[in-house]
């Protein structure tokens, strides 16, 4: 011990890569998960791509909503593909290592991408606010110029706003041990593994994420709110109905999305145990990405029907 705590003075960063592991088991059960996450991850990709190919493909997905659904399922490939394909890679071999550089920049990926789901989330509710709440006025407000806006603010954003509290943490001294107990490089047992006792790099990165988490859910919340109040006063029973059964959908994926994500990362320093800790991980970066594309577009007719084209069964549905 005291050999390392020399050698860590000498040189703060002697760690040079990290051990991922995982879920322990036995072979055989790292080839059951092995299974299992490949199944969910190509679900995934397909039902997300399936979205975004009707989107590109269908000209009357060609609105601001469904626009904004095939970048969101984009983005939700990608977001699934920073963490997912190493996992897989990581149940077949006995080696689990992954380099210090490669490390951070995963976790600078997965955490931009994921920022970006958020804004995603406020873009998504200020469209069906304006839609809702401004039906007469939608189509002046909402122009091609600022959908393309707020599509290209909703990508870079994450990119931007995530590279300070990667560099901050990525600059903390690394001297051993060097195993996280986790199947990604997750910032909280990243930061546990560094050898500094300064809790100012901790504290900021938690306020960051309890400013944009918040801010927000909040402004999410407040979107639907307005748009529930709106929807209240419809005469239509029906219009009602395909309203709150809309907003209902939405809000299920919200609450899915932030309500793990604040019970982890707005407060990294509450103790939870690592098996809570890599199962909500393993909630919000796997299981959800997969129930999105359900939840979210395949509820809709129009959606339904522009994915039938893409997988070519439209034809054979109208046989049945």
């Not at 995934?44 to 269908?58: E, F, P, Q, R, S």
């Not at 984009?74 to 210090?100: D, G, H, Q």
């Not at 997988?311 to 046989?319: A, D, P, S």
Request: one cysteine or more; hydrophobic letters at 50%.
């Amino acid at each position: 011990m005291t050999l390392m705590n020399t050698s860590s003075r000498d040189n703060p960063s002697s760690v040079s890569h990290f051990i991922l592991l995982g879920f322990p088991s036995s072979p055989k059960g790292q080839l059951l998960y092995f299974g299992l996450f490949s199944v969910t991850y190509l679900l995934t990709l397909m039902g997300n791509a399936a979205i975004v190919c009707a989107v590109w493909w269908d000209r009357r997905l060609h609105t601001p909503m469904y626009i904004l659904l095939g970048n969101f399922s984009f983005l939700e490939i990608c977001y699934v593909t920073t963490t997912v394909p190493n996992m897989l890679a990581n149940f077949l071999s006995r080696n689990k290592s992954i380099p210090f550089v490669s490390c951070f920049v995963q976790f600078y990926f997965f955490f931009s991408f994921g920022c970006d789901e958020g804004f995603y989330l406020c873009i998504m509710a200020f469209d069906r606010y304006l839609a809702i709440c401004h039906p007469l006025h939608y189509p002046r407000i909402m122009t091609k110029e600022l959908y393309t806006g707020l599509a290209i603010f909703g990508w870079s954003c994450g990119f931007l706003l995530f590279l300070t509290p990667v560099v901050l943490i990525s600059q903390l001294p690394y001297c051993g041990p060097n195993i996280i107990n986790h199947f990604m490089c997750d910032p909280v047992p990243l930061m546990m593994l560094s050898c500094s006792e300064d809790t100012t790099i901790p504290l900021i990165y938690s306020s960051f994420n309890a400013i944009f988490m918040i801010g927000t859910f909040l402004f999410v919340l407040c979107s639907y709110a307005l748009v529930i109040l709106a929807v209240l006063r419809m005469p239509s029973a029906a219009s009602k109905r395909k309203a709150f059964s809309t907003c209902a959908s939405h809000l299920a994926v919200v609450a899915l999305f932030f309500g793990s994500i604040m019970v982890m990362y707005v407060s990294p320093g509450s103790g939870h145990p690592v098996e809570v800790q890599k199962m909500v991980t393993l909630f919000y970066s796997v299981i959800t990405p997969l129930c999105n594309p359900l939840i979210y577009s395949l509820r809709n007719k129009e959606m339904k029907a522009a994915v039938r084209k893409v997988f070519g069964t439209e034809k054979l549905v109208h046989k049945i």
